[in-house]
């Protein structure tokens, strides 16, 4: 009889979902399939303009049926029934409103269409005023400031704030709510059947990062204290959860719905869920005081470290220290930056605005040759002008940018902010710009470590991993060099997948604990960025530059 035993990785990302199916002897990949969200991919429920960005349920579920499946039937035959974990990542904080039954609302009949009713997605920030809100009313309301363990500041990316935008805008979603549930809890939930907002095993990393769970609390933050806050969260509380649970822990096993969609076993073990961050860093190898950083249209960067070395010390303005959020047994550290990736994107867009809004009416250009100009645009300019910016020696330009297009994270959680780009003249073409974007960006993300270090928290090293991480050689030497620390790069293409099929390892009993599972499944590194230190102290000059530039933008927005 065959030893060999598969796990499912399964990572939701902002635009798609990708299954991934892993043998657990050595980590290797028997095969995967990424599912684009159709709505997301049609703009449906989103209005950038006003920072919503909003995701339907739909989405996720033919997302986790199509790509698991397929996954399956690009496996070698037999491959399903030696499948015995599944775990699941999502983005985070998405949490959506929800009946007794743990139905999303706009799977209910009347809330189809509506955006409230929906995954309020991680960078949605329509929640500002409801941040600033929790921030004052912690400080002032006369009992323990329920802020303390997540940097002292709360963000409109998180679960409370979003929560209480959707209950003060929304009458009718309002009255159908019964409770909340994290996006990573309620794809554990579906797959194992147990969908009851009161039964199902919430995610330690999502309550503990994201909605100021924490053990000296009791729990959630005090019913006086959200009731005093709001009087529309007055008995919420009890309609959400006490206790969490670590993702090594089993939720339970495939339901018979489920088992018999994705054509496995009803025996599969499913782990409890997680953000895709914090698998991501165990699926890069994280250990302790190495920075991971997970680098894509965002960043979020993790730190491990054994609780009893960090003590009573709390680390200011991050997004939150939990015990057991990554690794169980260590304090999970989080921070990162709102916009990473993106502000490059961004830039893509303003630059392809003539060729989507132009070409069209030009004579003479058929539809197949308009489709194929568009297409090569696109897809080439970010590596045309990586190449131009990369000829420029660094300090010669005078162009310096703050990196806040989607607001701030961290340090310091901020998302009224906005990006800025200064010391402009005739002579600041593309590649100029793109280049102090990228610094801007490099930049942002040297805060976060130095915020770390100030704090009494060592930076041993960083693991990077995600899209920009394996695409962009220059963005990562110039990480490298503004850091002045050697760069890991993560081998997997997957490495959030791997950590949670890491994790489902671990909660089928492959393995007794993580760090086994990470040294049985672990692919290692494929690169490794080394600091130019000529040019390390170089970018110390613009770094100086970007912290005067970013200290009187932030005063004088916060004055105005």
Avoid at 34 to 57: A, I
Avoid at 113 to 124: G, H, S, T, V
């Amino acid at each position: 009889m065959s030893t060999e035993r598969y796990v499912i990785g399964v990572d939701y990302g902002t635009d798609s979902v990708r299954s991934v199916i892993v043998d657990t002897a050595d980590g290797r990949e028997v095969s995967h399939s990424v599912f684009n969200y159709p709505r997301w991919e049609k703009g449906l429920y989103c209005v950038p303009s006003q920072n919503q960005f909003r995701q339907h349920p739909a989405d996720y579920i033919e997302g986790l049926e199509h790509s698991i499946v397929d996954a399956i039937a690009k496996a070698p035959g037999g491959c399903a029934g030696k499948i015995c974990g599944i775990a699941v990542d999502t983005t985070g904080s998405t949490l959506v409103p929800v009946d007794e039954k743990g139905i999303p609302l706009s799977l209910l009949k009347g809330f189809e269409e509506n955006p409230n009713a929906m995954f309020l997605l991680w960078k949605d920030h329509t929640s500002v005023e409801e941040a600033r809100d929790i921030n004052n009313h912690a400080r002032t309301w006369g009992g323990t400031d329920f802020t303390k363990y997540v940097g002292g500041i709360y963000s409109s990316e998180w679960f409370w704030a979003k929560m209480l935008h959707v209950l003060r805008v929304d009458k009718s979603v309002r009255g159908a709510a019964f409770s909340w549930v994290e996006h990573c809890d309620w794809m554990t939930g579906l797959l194992t059947g147990i969908t009851d907002p009161l039964r199902m095993k919430r995610s330690r990393c999502a309550a503990g990062h994201k909605a100021m769970w924490h053990t000296s609390f009791g729990g959630l933050p005090s019913e006086e204290f959200l009731s005093s806050l709001d009087p529309l969260l007055k008995g919420i509380r009890a309609r959400l959860f006490n206790d969490t649970f670590t993702s090594d822990i089993s939720a339970g096993t495939l339901c018979t719905e489920w088992a018999a969609r994705l054509g496995l076993s009803d025996k599969v073990v499913v782990g409890v869920g997680a953000f895709d961050a914090h698998m991501g860093a165990v699926g890069a190898q994280i250990e302790p005081y190495y920075l991971s950083k997970v680098m894509g249209t965002s960043t979020c960067d993790m730190l491990v470290a054994p609780a009893s070395e960090i003590g009573d010390k709390v680390i200011r303005g991050i997004c939150g220290q939990v015990d057991g959020s990554v690794i169980p047994g260590m304090l999970g550290m989080e921070a990162g930056q709102s916009a990473f990736g993106d502000v490059y994107a961004w830039f893509r867009k303003v630059l392809m605005w003539p060729v989507m809004q132009i070409a069209p009416g030009i004579k003479g250009l058929d539809e197949s040759a308009r489709k194929m100009i568009t297409e090569e645009l696109s897809s080439s300019i970010l590596k045309s002008l990586e190449r131009e910016a990369a000829q420029i020696p660094v300090g010669e330009s005078g162009e310096i940018a703050l990196d806040w297009f989607n607001g701030r994270r961290t340090p310091d959680a901020d998302q009224s902010l906005t990006g800025l780009i200064a010391g402009l003249n005739l002579g600041s073409d593309a590649p100029r710009l793109y280049r102090a974007l990228v610094e801007s960006t490099a930049f942002g993300a040297k805060k976060i470590v130095d915020r770390f270090e100030s704090e009494g928290i060592p930076i041993k090293g960083v693991i990077a991993l995600g899209g920009v991480a394996k695409k962009s050689p220059f963005v990562m030497q110039t990480v490298s060099d503004v850091f002045n620390k050697k760069i890991k790069v993560a081998r997997s293409e997957q490495a959030c997948a791997l950590g949670a099929a890491m994790f489902a390892a671990v909660a089928a009993g492959v393995f007794p604990s993580v760090s086994e599972a990470q040294a049985a499944m672990g692919n290692g590194f494929e690169h490794e960025y080394t600091p130019n230190s000529a040019n390390s102290a170089l970018y110390m000059k613009n770094y100086n530059r970007y912290s005067k530039l970013s200290a009187f933008f932030e005063k004088e927005r916060v004055e105005e």
